[in-house]
Every structure is written in C-alpha cells, then in structure tokens.
C-alpha cells in the first residue's frame, strides 16, 4: 500500500475524533504534515544522492577531484626505487653463469612461439646446454626411488610392493630424523647416520684408507658445498686479497662464486693439444704471475673434467697434491663425475686417496676439501639437491666457523640427504634388490659410454671442428672454426664469435648449446659445449644437424 494512504487510512482512525467536521480537519491537517514530511525526506534523499553519487554535473567534479588525488598519490610512489642496478651488489652484478645464460633464454623464448603455432624449420627445441640427465629421458635407478618414496610416505613400509633392502635402509634413514619424519630439520652437517654411510663408502672407494664421519658435511648438491668452502676461504683486500685458481676451461659455477665473493680469478690454461691434460708447469706460471695482484691460496681442479671430459693420472694428481704441498694451497676437488670413466685406459684416482698414499708428511699437512653429488654419475638426481663434501686437516677452530656458517642455512633438503644416503649405501650382493641395481647402473653407464665415443667419432669428421676424446664426464667440448667474416659479423652484433656462431645454431636447428666463451678458453679458440645425454637415436640426430649447419656456416662466412 502506498505510504500515503496508509497514513490517511491510520489518521481515519484516530481514537481523538469529536464529531464529523472535526475528524475531517484533523485528517486533513494530518495529511498534510505527512506530504511535507515525504516530501522534505525526497529533498533530503536527493542532497544525500548528489553527495554519494553524482549526477553529470556533479560526477565530472567528482572525477576531476579523484583524478587530482589520484596524481598526488602517483606522485608520492613514483619516487625512486632503493634497489637498482646502480645501487645493488656489485659483486652479484658480476656473476656471470653461461649454462643458463642468454642462449638458454632465447631458447625459452622460441619454445613459447613453437607452443604458439609459430613456424620454424625445426619442431622442438633440443637442450643440450646443461646435465639434466632425467630431462633428457635417463630412468630413475628403481632402488633409490624405492627408498626415498618410504622415507618420504612411511606408511608404505607396510606394502608387500617394496623390498626389504630397501625397508631396512628407509627405517635406519627415518630413526635418524627428529620425530622419524623427512619432514623435520636434520643437523647443520646431515642426518648422523648418513654421514656414516659416506665415510664408510668413502674407505670403500679409496681401498681402506680411513674417513672420519666428522669431516663430512651434507651439502646441497656439490655446488652448495663448494661456494661454502670458497666463502670461509676468502679474506684481505688489494694484493693480500684471496686469488683462486681455477682450469680454462672451467664449471662456471667457479667464475661466478668467485664474482659473488669479490675474490680474484687465477686462471690456469688445461692443455687442449694433450687432451686437456693438466701441466704443473702451467700451475706454476699461474701462480708466479698471480702473485703481484693477489694472494692465491686455494686451487681448484675438476675430474673428471667440466666440460673438457678429461680423466686425470695418477701421476699428475700426485704432481697436483705436491705443487699445493709446497705452495702452502688449499686444494678443492671436485669429484662428481667420479662414477662417469668411460676410457678403457683411464681409472678414477681420488684426490683423498692418493694424498694418503704420499705419505704423512702430505696427508697430515695438505689441506683438502672434496664434493660428491646424486646429479651425476649414473643416478642423475639432478633435483633432489644431494651431496657431500668430505675436509680434512681443518684447524679445529675454523671447523666450528664453518659449522657456524652451515647452520646459518639450518640444513641441506633431507629428501636430498636420502639419496646420496642410497649412492653410497646401495645393495650388495646378496640382497634381494641387488640384481636389477646392478643392470640398471651398468645400463646407465654402457649408454654414455656409446655415447661419448658416438659424439667423438661423429664431430670428428666434421671439416672445422676437432673433438678430443670423451675420457668421462658426461660432456664434449669440441674446438670449432670460425672464418674471419664470421667473427666479423659476430663483433658487428656486439657478440662473442661462439656464442653467434650458438646463436644461430639455436635459430636455424633448435639445438641449444653453451658457447666455449663462457667456460674460458685460450684467446683465439672456440668451443662449445653439447651434453651427450640425450637417447642415443636422438644424439645421432643432433650431431647430423649440428655437422649441416657447420658445413652451411662455413660456406655463409668463407
């Protein structure tokens, strides 16, 4: 009912009513207080509508006000920002790692346009940049997924599914977690019995000699471990600053932990013409040179090589060990392709063994940290993030500094923790699991050897390119030529003349590969750098491709 007549209709009545001709009165009078105040409620509604929504006019004020504000508050946050390139951490600036460098990024952008339906001459990106074994299709080994996924779901250690070796591991992993969860925080260094199982791998590998499971850390992935040890090791300013020596070429993993540290690159040259072997004498005129800018104090060496595929003697490690001996160096080694020999005259020498070897006076005194790693070797647990780093003769003291600095990071992935547990711990004969371990490793690493030697042979035969032999590693860093036009063109582009040569290569074949460039090479060289994980039917289709292109760059640029 209308308000009006309900008003009227209550007003009619009303109990106060003295007679007809003063009911009608007093109805009118009281309607007409009703109009007034609907009406005078209308205009109060409408000032009201006018302030909170506006009609034309008043919403063009409205809009001109917001908008004035609108540019104060601009104003107010369109100040500079704290963070940038000039203000940021020069030394993080400097960081430089070419595995995931600008040549990977275009190959990240030219995926999204094949996804687009956009049209090249090829139907994938091929990338062979990095080694992602998994990535490019290599199985898990069956026994440590086993392990890790009864570590990581304990209640399937009741599944008949599961074998009891790998039971047995998974229960002894999980009593040595806080509340028997993968889940829960391990120690600074690793989970305890973890680190027993790596010393006791560790005499295993080395044929007796002993290792303290003290003097192992639980890193994560060796490169954890590696930018730890340089970090502790890295002190003093102008010439008295810290100098690293590392191999050209090198895993640019060391460059860029150097940059990130502000220390000083010491660049010794691997010898390309004597199959990347290392020469004392270059160590030597290394060093001497490095001595008027810095203080070098730490060498590094990788063996198997990243990404020259060397495999070091025996001979020349011990003539390492006594260089760093008598030089008073603190020696890294890494050794994660320790399990990747694919040479039938080479043999895996490690570092820690041959020290022991050489008698007290160098096993007592040298100084010596070395990295293992689940990303490698046969297993190529690339994402889990496992590894170990195993230092001797530390001084007491700064083992408690560098325990201090591990604990900042409170622990490495546990997950990860579990499966290197598995890479030094795995079935022996006469366990149930044993058998198919051993098919599958052998398998694994029967495969790369083909490969390695495939790779070799094929580039080989090239005009313009040499590839030395793929002694182990998981990589070939083949020399290629470049005509004069070529690096031309390529300075022209402001580019580096391997990483155009990469570039195009990229472009025209969808392989993705890292220029030699940016692992360091001799001046006037050039390389890249191809991982030979891929299937092997797929890996003779990449070098039929890269072997075209070669022979149609040359031609473009003779």
Not at 36 to 46: D, I, M, P, R, T
Request: hydrophobic share 35%; aromatic share 8%; net charge positive.
């Amino acid at each position: 009912m209308h308000r009006f007549a309900m008003l009227t209709k209550q007003t009619a009545a009303s109990p106060g009513c003295k007679g007809p001709g003063s009911c009608r009165n007093g109805r009118r009078n009281v309607a007409l207080r009703c109009i007034a105040s609907l009406v005078e409620g209308k205009q109060h509604q409408q000032r009201f509508t006018q302030r909170t929504r506006p009609g034309r006019e008043g919403l063009v004020r409205w809009n001109s006000a917001a908008k004035a504000s609108a540019v104060k508050i601009n104003e107010k946050t369109s100040r500079e920002k704290i963070l940038t390139l000039e203000s940021m951490n020069p030394q993080v600036k400097a960081v430089e790692y070419a595995v995931r460098g600008p040549i990977v990024l275009k190959a990240g952008e030219i995926e999204k346009e094949l996804r687009k339906g956009i049209k090249k001459p090829f139907t994938e990106v091929i990338k062979a940049n990095i080694g992602d074994a998994h990535a490019m299709g290599q199985q898990p080994i069956t026994f440590l997924r086993q392990v890790v996924a009864l570590c990581t779901y304990p209640n399937l250690l009741d599944s008949p599914s599961f074998p009891e070796d790998s039971k047995k591991r998974a229960r002894r992993i999980l009593q040595g977690c806080g509340g028997n969860s993968l889940g829960s925080y391990s120690a600074s260094q690793g989970v305890n019995c973890i680190r027993e199982d790596v010393a006791a791998y560790i005499e295993r590998r080395d044929g007796g000699v002993p290792a303290d499971p003290d003097n192992i850390y639980l890193t994560t992935g060796a490169s954890d471990g590696i930018a730890t040890i340089l970090k502790i090791l890295v002190s003093g300013g102008g010439k008295s600053r810290t100098g690293v020596m590392i191999p050209i070429p090198q895993y640019p993993l060391y460059s860029a932990a150097i940059s990130e540290l502000d220390a000083v690159q010491v660049n010794y040259y691997l010898d390309e013409e004597n199959c990347w072997a290392l020469d004392v004498n270059e160590l030597r005129r290394s060093l001497n040179e490095a001595k008027a800018y810095c203080n070098p104090k730490v060498l590094c060496i990788i063996n198997p090589g990243n990404p020259t595929g060397q495999v070091q003697s025996r001979k020349c490690i011990e003539d390492v060990i006594h260089f760093a001996w008598e030089e008073q160096l603190f020696l890294l080694a890494d050794e994660v392709y320790q399990d990747n020999i694919y040479s039938e005259e080479c043999q895996f020498h490690s570092f820690k063994k041959v020290l022991y070897e050489m008698g007290p006076e160098y096993y007592s005194n040298v100084e010596l940290a070395s990295f293992h790693s689940t990303s490698k070797g046969y297993m190529g647990e690339c994402g889990y993030r496992g590894g170990y780093m195993e230092v001797i003769n530390l001084h007491p003291e700064i083992k408690g500094q560098l325990v201090k600095l591990l604990s900042v990071r409170l622990c490495p992935p546990v997950s990860g923790q579990a499966a290197m547990d598995i890479v030094v711990n795995p079935p022996v004969p006469g366990e149930e699991s044993y058998a198919q371990f051993i098919k599958e490793k052998e398998s694994v690493l029967n495969n790369l050897a083909q490969k390695a030697k495939l790779t070799e042979d094929m580039f080989n035969k090239v005009p313009g390119i040499h590839c030395n032999p793929l002694q182990g590693a998981m990589y070939a860093f083949p020399r290629i030529f470049i005509p004069s036009k070529g690096i031309e063109v390529a300075k022209a582009h402001k580019m580096a003349p391997d990483l155009f040569y990469c570039m195009k290569l990229l472009e025209e074949t969808g392989i993705c590969v890292v220029p030699g460039s940016g692992f360091g090479q001799r001046e006037g060289s050039y390389h890249f750098r191809m991982t030979i994980l891929p299937p092997v039917e797929k890996l003779k289709i990449v070098l039929e491709k890269v072997k075209d292109f070669h022979i149609q760059f040359l031609e473009e640029y003779a």
